[in-house]
Nanobody, 115 residues
Framework: QVQLVESGGGLVQAGGSLRLSCAASGSRFSLNTMAWYRQAPGKQRELVASITNGGATNYAYPVKGRFTISRDGAKNTVYLQMNSLKPEDTAVYYC?????????WGQGTQVTVSS
């Protein structure tokens, strides 16, 4: 059984920064693409950023230039560095990991950006 445990959410003022972490644990597994999604109240869950096991990254347009996704293979951990945060970044952020043949989700961590 694989578990994804997120941390690092919280309340920050606009213009501030937060760093999210997501650690995968459990039985032996092979991590492929890892990603961060977010879901704001009343909205659908959306992709924020993804990173392959080769290090290729992809970002949603609203976060390009402000957020950076990275991963530590030895620790089975993915990070999301969020800078220049805006009130519209307020959402629950979810970690997602591709561990063939399944995709796994974390429990979510709340990020609130005040204006």
């Amino acid at each position: 059984q694989v578990q994804l445990v997120e941390s690092g959410g919280g309340l920050v003022q606009a213009g501030g920064s937060l760093r999210l972490s997501c650690a995968a644990s459990g039985s032996r597994f092979s991590l492929n693409t890892m990603a961060w999604y977010r879901q704001a109240p009343g909205k659908q869950r959306e992709l924020v950023a993804s990173i392959t096991n080769g290090g290729a990254t992809n970002y949603a347009y609203p976060v390009k230039g402000r957020f950076t996704i990275s991963r530590d293979g030895a620790k089975n951990t993915v990070y999301l560095q969020m800078n220049s945060l805006k009130p519209e970044d307020t959402a629950v952020y979810y970690c997602n990991a591709e561990i063939p043949p399944y995709y796994y989700w974390g429990q979510g961590t709340q990020v609130t950006v005040s204006s």
